[in-house]
């Protein structure tokens, strides 16, 4: 038999649909975010462990997180570096962070001594050469594959400076984009200096021993491990985590107002019938289940349909714009659990609203 | 015979603003289980809200209902949801089946609501198999109320009011928004209900020829009985 329930969803499928695409939007905004910012975090982080030197050194006011745009160091340090017990590799770097080319996110380029840093990091080329030139630049496997690069191909950095591509390397470590440092120092007009040097060292497992070395010789500079750099974007964006669960509390608002909308006009229209409901004996608890029961049902199409959109919309901004989404279970069970309590909480006042009404009122509704 | 409800001495006072607009003034009566019982009288004379008062719809505001023993008047709001799902069926002028579900959807929700607590929510499909060839509708049982003429609603409601065994029936002008042809197929049912179940049926009506195939029939004029009929034993 078709249930009361069912039967109504069918009876009005434009209502049922729009309530159902605001538990949707709800799961969406979830997902999205969050998949997106987990997406980025991951992926920073698996960059970032490629990384092979244990230590980063940097002025003090520099910054050793993921982001900067300073070049202030000289690259002199590095020779200093090479001089203190311990160090076997020390290879100046700059990073320079700009938007992403596409309008979302941002893009980070390095400059960096390719032979040296390969060798620090075991990267090698599995396509033409390292950069030699001005204008000349290699890109990673993955910005090879989203950007549809390949050897030969120019892109626009710093603006509208036209690089060309010379070779594509593997595995991911730091930026994507890489130049020589001459050809970073001169872009930037940096000359002789960099954001930080990147220090590898004889035995790893005396990193803290060779920091406070480094330390003693070059004093009032600030030198981090590598291990302790924050590379989850959660935690180098304090906020991130705040505006996360915001965004998770809003779009739980937004299911229970939709559906709350959608029952209350349900309860208005159906006035009548709960009349009915009730001159056949039905309790309060069974009218405020059949209606939850509705609103819950509604709840599931939304989820459903919300988890297919995200999982759409994350593919499609994947492949054109190589932002990488990275669903959790975790956040899948959040949205689903705030589509279907959003959904049910915001049916409660128009379902007990409906289970008070007068009997002898509501038959004679027109 | 045994009296299966019992009213006493019932007023009911509706307050419109600051006036206060009596519709009962002291009704009494006493129906026996089986009994087909006409309620007659003009538009405001207090028919209605006498049956809505017998079905537990409201309560009145002095006196006393007794049905099949339980005292509805003392009862909970909660309890008296109860007493109506267990021993009234209401039949409407207006049909009043859920145009979403079909006749047989329509039937089983009454089943569901009845064996809420008695965890019989299948109902009894030997019961509803036989009501559904008494009343003729075994083969409308799929189609869905705007798909059935007036008289198959209301026979359809009528299934729907007797599928539980209710103790009573309570029909508020039944044939009211039935063509003669109909309202005979009806009433027919009705009486038919009387008969074979010894089911009891309290109808308003302002149709003369409804009430005298009842075997009691009351007039009502200004919320009070003026003529309680005698009971014709068939």
């Known amino acids: 038999m078709e249930s009361l329930v069912t039967a109504n969803v069918r009876q009005r499928p434009v209502r049922a649909l729009v309530s159902a695409a605001g538990v949707a939007l709800g799961v969406c905004l979830v997902m999205l975010f969050t998949g997106l910012a987990r997406g980025l975090s991951n992926d920073l982080e698996r960059r970032s462990q490629n990384l092979k030197a244990e230590i980063v050194f940097t002025r003090d006011a520099g910054s050793t997180q993921l982001m900067s745009n300073a070049a202030n160091l000289s690259v002199k340090y590095a020779e200093e570096l090479l001089k203190v017990d311990g160090v076997a590799m020390a290879v100046p770097d700059i990073r320079y962070v700009s938007q992403g080319g596409k309008g979302f996110g941002f893009e980070q380029v390095e400059g960096v001594d390719w032979n040296q840093f390969a060798a620090m990091n075991g990267m090698s080329l599995v396509a033409g050469r390292g950069p030699q030139g001005l204008d000349e630049v290699v890109i990673d496997e993955a910005k090879s594959r989203n950007n549809n690069l ?128 009730k001159a056949l004996g039905a309790s309060r608890g069974f009218i405020v289940g059949e209606i939850v029961k509705e609103a819950v049902f509604i709840s599931v199409i939304g989820v459903v349909a919300g988890f297919a959109v995200s999982f759409l919309a994350g593919y499609l901004i994947q492949h054109a714009y190589a932002l990488p989404f990275e669903y959790s279970w975790l956040w899948g069970l959040t949205a689903a659990l705030i589509g279907l309590f959003g959904g049910a909480l915001g049916a409660l006042y128009p379902a007990v609203r409906a289970a008070n009404l007068d009997a002898v009122s509501a038959l004679a509704y027109e | 015979m045994r009296t299966i409800l019992q009213a006493e001495n019932l007023t009911k006072v509706y307050r419109v603003g600051s006036v206060d607009v009596p519709a009962l003034r002291g009704v009494s009566l006493d129906v026996e289980e089986g009994e087909y019982l006409a309620i007659m ?23 006393r209902i007794l049905i099949d023993g339980e005292d509805l008047t003392a009862a909970t709001d909660a309890k008296r949801t109860d007493i109506r799902r267990r021993k009234i069926g209401f039949v409407f002028q207006r049909f009043n089946l859920f145009p979403t579900l079909t006749a047989e959807g329509n039937l089983k929700l009454a089943e569901g609501i009845h064996g809420g607590s008695d965890g019989k929510k299948g109902g009894d499909p030997e019961r509803r198999r036989e009501v559904l060839r008494l009343l003729q509708l075994e083969d409308k049982m799929h189609h869905k109320p705007l798909e059935l003429s007036g008289g198959e609603q209301q026979r359809v409601a009528l299934a729907r009011a007797v599928v539980n065994r209710p103790a009573i029936i309570l029909a508020d002008e039944p044939t009211g928004n039935l063509d003669t042809e109909n309202s005979a197929i009806v009433l027919n049912m009705f009486q038919e209900m009387n008969y074979r179940f010894n089911q009891t049926i309290i109808m308003i009506t302002h149709n003369p020829e409804a009430a005298a195939m009842c075997r009691r029939i009351i007039q009502m004029r200004d919320g009070q009985i003026v003529a309680p009929g005698p009971r014709v034993q068939i």
């Open chain 1, 150 to 277: 390949s050897v030969g191909s120019e892109l626009k950095l710093f603006g509208n400076q036209t690089y060309k591509v010379v070779g594509i390397y593997t595995p991911e470590a730091g930026p994507r984009v890489k130049m020589s440092l001459a050809a970073m120092q001169d872009a930037l007009q940096a000359p002789n200096k960099c954001t930080w040097v990147y220090v590898k060292l004889r035995d790893p497992a005396r990193a803290v021993e060779v920091a406070r070395r480094i330390d003693e010789a070059l004093p009032g500079n600030k030198i981090q491990l590598t291990r302790d750099i924050i590379t989850n974007i959660e935690k180098s964006i304090p906020y991130l985590g705040v505006f996360l669960r915001t965004l998770v509390g809003l779009s739980a608002l937004v299911s229970g107002l939709v559906v709350m909308l959608a029952m209350y006009t349900t309860i208005t229209e159906r006035t009548r019938e709960i009349g009915i409901l």
């Open chain 2, 41 to 63: 009288g003009p538009s405001g004379c207090g028919k209605s809200t006498m049956l809505h008062l017998l079905g537990g719809l409201l309560t009145p505001t002095t006196g």
